[in-house]
């Protein structure tokens, strides 16, 4: 079977087909068929399932480029997955996808996969998020757009993000500077994503104005923060006392984002992870929403899911 489907720029024909046809690569191995480019036209060949499915995958990709402006690989990905609409039963349209917020280059931010978009809902609704999966999924990129939306609209005066100091395997030793200076590096992975999504300009001004606060979780002890969006992110790597110190400086009209991978604890042993420990002693209470990602939504560079499918499969086999 052969479909064509008509393209509006040859920038979309790019996007589509990705860097050196990598995308095209992808939409082989989803459903195995050929997608070239010929005449303004983007033409898919093979059998009739999979030239409808990737049909529609190719018009989901479309879709969000003229929306836009921008398509990835993790994105394409993750369409190609079951997170667009050429994807699985149930998954969210582009349309019912809610925007969260744009990048300083333009980028709309929004939800990629189904675990994704459960994730938006409940940051949308809920007091206390906790994400859990692991790296890739997109855990604490869409907290810290979320905090930035709301920060924007006057729903929270203040965003707090703040990480545990905690070597990931590494003695890192004695290191010269300002205590600024030594901390800074745990708390990059935070600014990386805070400077994707504002001005640096204005990030100085909010932070010189105590509206914006980057800080270790030590910083937290003995606060109440009221009207606050709070993210706590590597919360693998807390302690059940610094959960429960952490959690209960929410103050009112506050919104509070735990965000960690329970695979990847950095904790010396035998100490056990507040994260997992607070994930035993709080569910099912109201108010509180565990949203957990997989492999499915891994929406990095796509061998990213490659490598935790490995080591998956290694843990699996006792190894």
Do not use: W
Request: proline share 5%; hydrophobic share 45%; with cysteine.
């Amino acid at each position: 079977m052969r479909t064509t489907i008509p393209l509006h720029s040859n920038d979309e024909a790019r996007t589509v087909l990705g860097v050196a046809d990598r995308n095209a690569r992808l939409f082989r191995a989803a459903y195995d068929v050929a997608i070239t480019v010929r005449g303004g036209e983007l033409v898919i060949e093979g059998a009739e399932e999979g030239v409808a499915a990737a049909a529609k995958a190719a018009a989901e990709i479309m879709r969000r480029f003229r929306a836009s402006g921008h398509v990835d690989e993790g994105e394409v990905d993750g369409i190609l997955k079951g997170g667009g609409a050429g994807g699985a039963p149930g998954a969210p349209t582009l349309q019912e996808r809610e925007a969260v917020v744009k990048s300083r280059m333009g980028r709309v931010v929004m939800p990629r996969t189904p675990g994704q978009h459960a994730y938006v809902k409940a940051l949308v609704e809920e007091e206390v998020v906790f994400a859990i999966g692991p790296a890739g999924t997109g855990k604490t990129y869409l907290a810290v757009a979320m905090a930035v939306r709301m920060l924007r609209e006057g729903r929270v005066k203040k965003l707090i993000l703040c990480r545990p100091a905690v070597e990931a395997g590494e003695k890192l030793g004695f290191l010269p500077g300002t205590y600024e200076a030594k901390i800074n590096p745990y708390l990059r992975p935070l600014y990386d994503a805070l400077f994707d999504l504002v001005e640096p300009a204005q990030i100085r001004k909010f932070s010189e104005n105590d509206v914006i606060e980057v800080a270790p979780l030590a910083y937290m002890r003995g606060r109440t923060l009221a009207d606050s969006f709070i993210i706590l992110d590597e919360a693998q790597n807390t302690t059940a006392g610094q959960m429960k110190m952490f959690l209960t400086r929410m103050g009112e009209g506050s919104r509070l984002v735990v965000t960690g991978d329970i695979t990847q604890v950095d904790l010396p042993q035998p100490v056990a992870s507040g994260l997992v420990h607070a994930m035993n002693v709080l569910r099912g209470i109201p108010g509180i929403v565990f949203c957990h990602f997989d492999k499915r939504d891994v929406v990095r560079n796509p061998v990213v899911q490659r490598i935790v499918d490995a080591y998956e499969r290694h843990e699996g086999d006792g190894n």
